[in-house]
């Protein structure tokens, strides 16, 4: 008999305000945002052939018009409009610890398909994407366990990865 062990996360905290877990260790760039005079950080564990993709970005922003849904509903047509034959859809908005958020369904081609999150907290854009192909296993477990375990906090420590949670 085999017995296979359950694939451990790694913990990561950022200074930004939140806390998530990856299936490994993720890579931190930072860059110019999209929008003018703003910087974004990307968090990011990829696998190989980028088969999965598990992604929190942070943008600060500096200013926007309209409500804070509107901001949220723009950011996400710049999302689905800068991935090649993506598809947004059943996009609701919702609260996540009382700040304004959208969650929603991503298909792209025929091949690929996930979920995500914008989150919108005092000037900055929290937004976490799982990317999967079709065949992968065990979708809903993988895309559930990293959306649920993304935590906003106050007082952050220093962005870090800890030792390894079972969730």
Same mark, same amino acid.
């Given at each position: ?8 996360? %790694?913990? *990561? $905290?950022?200074?930004? =305000?939140?806390?998530?877990?990856? @299936?490994?260790? @993720? ?9 003018? !005079? ?10 190989? =052939? ?15 018009? =309209? ?5 949220? *509903? ?10 090649? !034959? ?11 610890? $009382?700040? @304004?958020? %959208? ?10 398909? =996930? ?13 976490? $994407? ?6 992968? $296993? ?16 106050? !007082? @952050? ?11």
């Amino acid at each position: 008999m085999l017995w296979f062990r359950k694939k451990e996360w %790694i913990k *990561y $905290s950022d200074e930004d =305000g939140f806390e998530s877990s990856f @299936p490994k260790n @993720p890579q931190v760039n930072k860059h110019e945002g999209l929008i003018p !005079n703003t910087f974004t950080k990307i968090i990011e564990f990829k696998t190989w =052939g980028n088969l999965e993709v598990y992604m929190i970005s942070v943008t600060k922003v500096n200013e926007y018009f =309209g409500t804070p849904y509107n901001f949220l *509903y723009s950011a996400l047509e710049m999302y689905e409009n800068g991935i090649n !034959n993506c598809k947004v859809s059943n996009k609701e908005p919702m609260e996540i610890d $009382s700040f @304004p958020a %959208i969650k929603f369904d991503i298909n792209i081609g025929k091949e690929r398909l =996930g979920k995500g999150q914008f989150i919108f907290k005092n000037n900055k854009l929290f937004c976490l $994407s799982v990317i999967l192909t079709k065949a992968s $296993s065990s979708k809903e477990e993988k895309i559930n366990r990293f959306l649920n375990n993304f935590k906003l906090i106050n !007082n @952050p420590p220093r962005s870090c990865l800890s030792a390894s949670v079972r969730r």
